[in-house]
T-cell receptor, first 111, second 115 residues
Framework: KQEVTQIPAALSVPEGENLVLNCSFTDSAIYNLQWFRQDPGKGLTSLLLIQSSQREQTSGRLNASLDKSSGRSTLYIAASQPGDSATYLCAVDSGYSTLTFGKGTMLLVSP | GAVVSQHPSWVICKSGTSVKIECRSLDFQATTMFWYRQFPKQSLMLMATSNEGSKATYEQGVEKDKFLINHASLTLSTLTVTSAHPEDSSFYIC???????????FGPGTRLTVL
């Protein structure tokens, strides 16, 4: 059974810092991995999707990497802003189109 | 991009009543819809997978008679929480995808509070 772990559970940084969120998964036989953003009481916004054959994806200030063999992914946020404050979720699709989610990293970026 | 809506966005009900939550794909046909539940500070957990026109497949530990799922059309799936109890209070999120291997698009979620 796939298990997804995210570290740290919470992170507080001043505005402007670059930061890294970590995601690890136990079964490396994955179809793809997604990073989502969730604002309090809201649904999910997909940020980046990395196919199993890819090593990284970039969108604006966000860069996600995938090392399937080691069961790890990182989400890099450059020049963080207060508007980036949210919970970031990592989810793995193990090939049956059902997603296994981590518990998320709660990010707070202070002005 | 593809849009998935949910209705209502929040609902408060008395214990013992039933609540229906709708999930709609607005600009694409969703052959498969997924229902997730999220308790505070916990992961989203898949409850069930529904394919249009067929019975839903429930995850282990999810009572199919309590959480009724109907996927009657390619754009609509409903989740009915029957005889709701306070422990059913949670955030329910649906997602939809067009075809096998396609990206899942998530709805905004429904906050259910059972008094």
């Amino acid at each position: 059974k796939q298990e997804v772990t995210q570290i740290p559970a919470a992170l507080s940084v001043p505005e402007g810092e670059n930061l890294v969120l970590n995601c690890s998964f136990t079964d490396s036989a994955i179809y793809n991995l997604q990073w989502f953003r969730q604002d309090p009481g809201k649904g999910l916004t997909s940020l980046l999707l990395i196919q199993s054959s890819q090593r990284e994806q970039t969108s604006g200030r966000l860069n996600a990497s995938l090392d399937k063999s080691s069961g790890r992914s990182t989400l890099y946020i450059a020049a963080s802003q207060p508007g980036d404050s949210a919970t970031y979720l990592c989810a793995v699709d193990s090939g049956y189109s059902t997603l296994t989610f981590g518990k998320g990293t709660m990010l707070l970026v202070s002005p | 991009g593809a849009v998935v809506s949910q209705h209502p966005s929040w609902v408060i009900c008395k214990s013992g009543t039933s609540v229906k939550i709708e999930c709609r794909s607005l600009d694409f046909q969703a052959t498969t819809m997924f229902w997730y539940r999220q308790f505070p500070k916990q992961s989203l957990m898949l409850m069930a997978t529904s394919n249009e026109g067929s019975k839903a497949t429930y995850e282990q530990g999810v009572e199919k008679d309590k959480f009724l799922i109907n996927h009657a059309s390619l754009t609509l799936s409903t989740l009915t929480v029957t005889s709701a109890h306070p422990e059913d209070s949670s955030f329910y999120i649906c997602s939809a995808r067009g075809g096998q291997g396609d990206t899942q698009y998530f709805g905004p979620g429904t906050r259910l509070t059972v008094l």
